[in-house]
């Protein structure tokens, strides 16, 4: 297995395909400054990851609450 460092870079860019050949998997690249990392994820994988990312986008957008 490989040493992986504990804390994330951050991402500068993304993109995401299904592959011609295995149309059953999403690929999921991400950019960072140390590289290129690629993911492969079923489709329920996917979608989890959709939802879960529009529930965090939707969080960040509402307005603070005065405390």
Excluded: C, N, Y
């Excluded at 991400?30 to 529009?54: N, P, S, V, Y």
């Amino acid at each position: 297995m490989t040493d992986r460092p504990t804390s994330a870079d951050f991402v500068t860019a993304f993109a995401t395909g299904w592959p011609e050949r295995e149309p059953h998997l999403l690929v999921l690249s991400l950019t960072t400054h140390k590289g290129i990392q690629d993911f492969a994820m079923t489709r329920e994988q996917a979608l989890l990851i959709a939802k879960t990312i529009k529930r965090t986008a939707a969080q960040l957008a509402e307005p603070k609450k005065a405390g």
